[in-house]
């Protein structure tokens, strides 16, 4: 089965730098994304990693340990309209084709 | 990419009876997903469509509650059965393009039983 924990919510100001955890109880994924959700809004994709390691796209960035069942997710220059929900997600190498989501992480920025 | 339409956005319904909710792809796929989000919680997989045979469900639902048709490629539907007021929640549909590593989800359908 699948188990990805993350803290339930986080505080920062605005320019911060944030980091959300993602820790892992599977079986065997592929790999690990993150996914933003704004109130009221559809889960958008951020980041993938397939590979242990950071993966850079602007202000986000994304690390993988296999070995250590953790990632996370890094929110760099915070800006207000970062305040979103976030959320890890595995797809299982037992069915490549679901994805699994954590228990996601309430990221308030405060000005 | 893919772009997803699903309706409705909201309805708020009597207990005991069922919602349909629809999801329209752009493009073709060949699977399509179905989740429940509880105000505040995470995303749970109701079960998965694939065109041309029955949806394969997770556990904890049953086809009888939340039956899916999924008649082509492009679009499939969820209804929500017999609600209660448990069923509140939002309903999201959802796919993946191609080999892409990427969900994308529809706006969501947010259900109040009352």
């Known amino acids: 089965g699948q188990s990805l924990e993350q803290p339930s919510e986080v505080t920062a100001v605005e320019g911060a730098i944030v980091q959300i955890n993602c820790t892992y109880q599977?079986?065997?994924?592929?790999?690990l994304s993150w996914y933003q959700q704004h109130d009221g809004g559809a889960p958008t994709f951020l980041s993938y990693?397939?590979?242990?390691g950071l993966e850079e796209t602007g202000r986000f960035s994304s690390f993988l340990s296999r070995s250590d069942s953790y990632g996370y997710l890094l929110l760099q220059e915070l800006q207000m309209k970062d305040s979103a929900s976030y959320f890890c997600?595995?797809?299982?190498?037992?069915?490549?084709?679901?994805?699994?989501f954590g228990s996601g992480t309430k990221l308030n920025v405060k000005p | 990419s893919a772009v997803i339409s699903q309706k409705p956005s909201r309805d708020i319904c009597q207990r005991g009876t069922s919602l349909t909710i629809q999801c329209q792809v752009d493009?073709?796929?060949?699977?399509m997903f179905w989740y429940r989000q509880q105000p505040g919680q995470s995303l749970t997989l109701i079960a998965t469509?694939?065109?041309?045979?029955?949806?394969?469900?997770e556990s904890g639902f049953v086809i009888d509650k939340f039956p899916i048709s999924r008649p082509n490629l492009t679009f499939s539907t969820l209804t929500v059965s017999n609600m209660s007021p448990e069923d509140s929640s939002i309903y999201l549909c959802?796919?993946?393009?191609?080999?892409?590593?990427?969900?994308?989800f529809g706006q969501g359908t947010r259900l109040t039983v009352v």
């Open positions: 997600a595995v797809r299982p190498i037992y069915n490549f084709n679901k994805f699994y």
């Open positions: 599977t079986s065997g994924f592929y790999g």
């Open positions: 469509a694939n065109q041309g045979s029955e949806a394969t469900y």
């Open positions: 959802s796919v993946e393009a191609g080999a892409s590593t990427e969900a994308f």
């Open positions: 990693n397939g590979l242990d």
């Open positions: 493009s073709q796929v060949t699977m």
